[in-house]
């Protein structure tokens, strides 16, 4: 079985930036697309960005521009920069590999933008 550890998040001004870390062990992590998701309180888990095995990507209209994925296969994890933090982004971010219903997810890490 994976296991997904996250890690990087904390409290940041807003415009300010931070780099969140998923690192993945137990499994062959080049074969999974690697999705990171995010969930404020009171509202619906929500796909941040995505990336395939073969290294296509996608955002939501919320953070392109702004939110880059990335990995590293040799090192078997996953980043999310983000930058241009806004108060809005402030949500628990969860790393997800394999999709929603039947992959794997970290235990998230909270980012919270303010002032």
């Known amino acids: 079985q994976m296991q997904l550890v996250e890690s990087g998040g904390g409290l940041v001004q807003p415009g300010g930036s931070l780099r969140l870390s998923c690192a993945a062990s137990g499994s062959i992590f080049s074969v999974y697309a690697m999705n990171w998701y995010r969930q404020a309180p009171g509202k619906q888990r929500e796909l941040v960005a995505t990336?395939?095995?073969?290294?296509?990507?996608n955002y939501a209209d919320s953070v392109k521009g702004r939110f880059t994925i990335s990995r590293d296969n040799a090192k078997n994890t996953v980043y999310l920069q983000m930058n241009s933090l806004k108060p809005e982004d402030t949500a628990v971010y969860y790393c997800n590999a394999g999709g929603y219903y039947f992959g794997y997810w970290g235990q998230g890490t909270q980012v919270t933008v303010s002032s």
């Open positions: 990336m395939t095995s073969g290294g296509s990507t």
